[in-house]
């Protein structure tokens, strides 16, 4: 009878095993198959110890280690996490995970990694999110510090409701932006990451020079080092103040260093002596040529200038005009 006893015991004990497999979301491995089945194998050497204890009365309440999963949507992945331990339960399709490492894909490629001190998952919607000292990394270099992230699994997008810390890849000179931003959102399959609301930033440059920047957002790439500063941008460089709709940092092809910013719809500038304004105004920082474009307008000592291309050479020291158009007061009268 004692025999019957034991085989059945195991056979709920193995039942039980298969039904967390199954209910965790799809595709569950496991990092290391030789720590699983050393675990199965102490399971059965503890249910001979107490062979005579009463079966769990319940399957409600359910723990793994090493847990490893992957998610795909349409045959490709989506996700696959890694975490150092998971609980659930059956009825709420939730679990909560510790030590969490998601890798968020892009047409089978890693586009952004997300680690932080616990997590939680929807086995039924996929969504996740993740919670504790969260940093996200693009696979280009950027690394964004939050509280925490959720994912949606239906629009592919990570969000984080709260204040952002960003660090950008360091460039050939060694330097890299800076910034602060209210919230944050990434867009997997587009591979972007939005910062909203009350932006600030940095740029040092090597000449020792930096670029201090307020904006309402900023759009950074997954792909490449170029960043667009968006909506009321205000910025200071050197001497200068300029303030416009939208500023695009430019990497020359190939290069591994800010070349030019851009600056459209509308720019104002002004340094120590005089006042400009123009449709666009592009700074050439390896020059150290700035150029205004659409009705530009100088204005000096009170003396106006105008014409159909404005370029201030050696940072602002000298200044041609194309087709030029002055106005010049009069002192004498």
Known sequence: MGKYKNIIFLVLLL?????????????????????????????????????????????????????????SQSGNRDWELFAVSAEGNQGEGTWKLKQVRVLFYNKEKVEFTVTGDEGSIDSKSKDLSVIGNVVTKSENGYIFKTPA?????????????????????????????????????????????????????????????????????????GKNREARFLGAVRMSYDNMKLEGPEASFLYGKGADILSSVAIKGGVRVSDVDK????????????????????????????????????????????????????KVENKDQ
Do not use: C
């Open 15 to 71: 039942a039980l095993f298969v039904e967390i497999l199954i209910i965790f979301p799809a595709r569950l491995e496991h990092e290391d198959e030789a720590e699983v089945r050393a675990r199965v194998e102490r399971q059965k050497a503890e249910a001979k110890k107490n062979k005579d204890a009463p079966a769990p009365s319940s399957l409600a309440e359910q723990r793994m280690g090493g847990v490893h999963l992957v998610e």
């Open 149 to 221: 992230i959720f994912y949606s699994s239906k629009t592919r997008r990570i969000e984080s409701p709260e204040q952002v810390v960003m660090e950008g890849p360091r460039d050939a000179s060694g330097a890299a932006l800076f910034l602060k931003g209210a919230s944050m959102k990434v867009l997997v399959d587009q591979s972007k990451m939005l910062i909203e609301k009350r932006v600030t930033a940095q740029k040092p440059m090597k000449d020792g020079k930096a670029f201090d920047i307020v904006a309402d957002g900023a759009e950074f790439s």
């Open 275 to 326: 006042f400009a304004t123009a449709e666009n105004v592009d700074l050439d920082l390896l020059t150290n040529k700035y150029t205004f474009k659409g009705r530009p307008k100088v204005i000096q000592n009170n003396d106006e200038l105008t014409g159909e291309e404005i370029i201030f050479l050696d940072g602002g020291k000298k200044v041609k005009v194309e087709r030029v158009r002055a």
